[in-house]
């Protein structure tokens, strides 16, 4: 229960930082502050604790790589749709893909209890994502298929970076070696690649308040990631990937709070669907 309930308050904290995201004015800029967040933190960290073990380096290369593009398709999403639709629907249909690819290559196997609450949950968060949308005076819900392919491939690389630390966590020798440098080597590569591509005006024309916000969301993002990694290497992944995924109610909640975005009946009914699911893969 205990990690349960831990993968549960990373969640809330990762719908936090995605919408620290979503809501700057210029996204690149946060996005370049929040990998600088994660970087102030984590490279004095790796170098305190040391790298991971030998065996953990090809896993942790991989997923940095897949870091990066996620963090691509996930500014991309944002640009383009709302975030009531696209977080739950990125994050939504990581979970399923983890499932499979944990059960088929793996060879890990849940309970049929716990199989249906990861469907529970599954299923919640695709009504979340494609029910409602944003309603305001000036008109209906926005909808663009271009963000819902962005959200989906987000997810496809959420899966991807999942499985990846998984497998490497358990082979770095401890949670906090691998989760500080992956981190320590995603953040600045995120940071010099924005800035090669916007320049360094991005960042140096904004206020304070734009700044410490930016940080601010590296900080709650390297924590989200390292309760997930730590939460990795005392679960079944489609477990602890399912479990994450309830951020979404948070994510829901800050959209109907901070974007003014509607929640209605079905998306009420839809977050109790994904807590009953919650409650299945906990089940034992």
């Given amino acids: 229960m205990t990690v349960a309930l831990a993968v549960i308050f990373a969640g809330v904290l990762h719908a936090t930082w995605n919408a620290i995201a979503k809501g700057a004015t210029d996204r690149w800029a946060s996005f370049a502050l929040i990998a600088l967040g994660e970087a102030l933190v984590v490279v ?13 380096w090809p896993w942790l290369a991989a997923s ?15 640009q383009l749709g709302d975030f009531s639709q696209v977080y739950p629907l990125a ?9 499979v690819v944990a059960a088929v290559a793996l060879g890990e196997r849940l309970s049929w209890v716990q199989d249906a609450g990861v469907a529970a949950v599954c ?31 987000t997810g496809v690389s959420i899966a991807g970076y999942t499985l990846l630390d998984g497998v ?11 989760t500080s440098w992956l981190f320590g080597i995603q953040a600045p590569l995120t940071v010099a690649i924005v800035l090669a591509l916007r320049g360094r005006a991005t960042l140096t024309r904004l206020d304070r308040p734009a700044v410490l916000r930016g940080l601010a969301g590296g900080l ?44 209605g009946p079905r998306r009420i009914a839809a977050a109790c669907v994904v807590a009953a699911g919650v409650v299945l893969i906990t089940a034992h």
């Fill in 123 to 153: 299923g919640g968060l695709w009504v979340l994502a494609f029910t409602g949308g944003r309603e305001r005076a000036e008109g209906g819900p926005r909808r663009d298929p271009r963000a819902v392919a962005a959200a989906l491939l």
């Fill in 44 to 56: 004095p960290l790796g170098l305190l604790v040391g790298p991971p073990d030998r065996a953990a």
């Fill in 91 to 99: 994050r939504g249909s990581a979970p399923l893909l983890v499932a």
């Fill in 168 to 178: 490497g966590v358990r082979h770095a020798g401890g949670s906090l070696p691998y």
């Fill in 64 to 78: 940095a790589a897949v870091h990066i593009v996620y963090m691509g398709l996930l500014l991309m999403a944002y």
């Fill in 220 to 263: 709650i993002s390297m924590a989200a990631y390292g309760i997930v990694l730590w939460a990795q290497t005392r679960g079944a992944l489609a477990s602890v990937a399912a479990l994450r995924e309830t951020g979404v109610i948070a994510g829901a909640v800050i959209g109907a709070v901070f974007f003014s975005e509607r929640l």
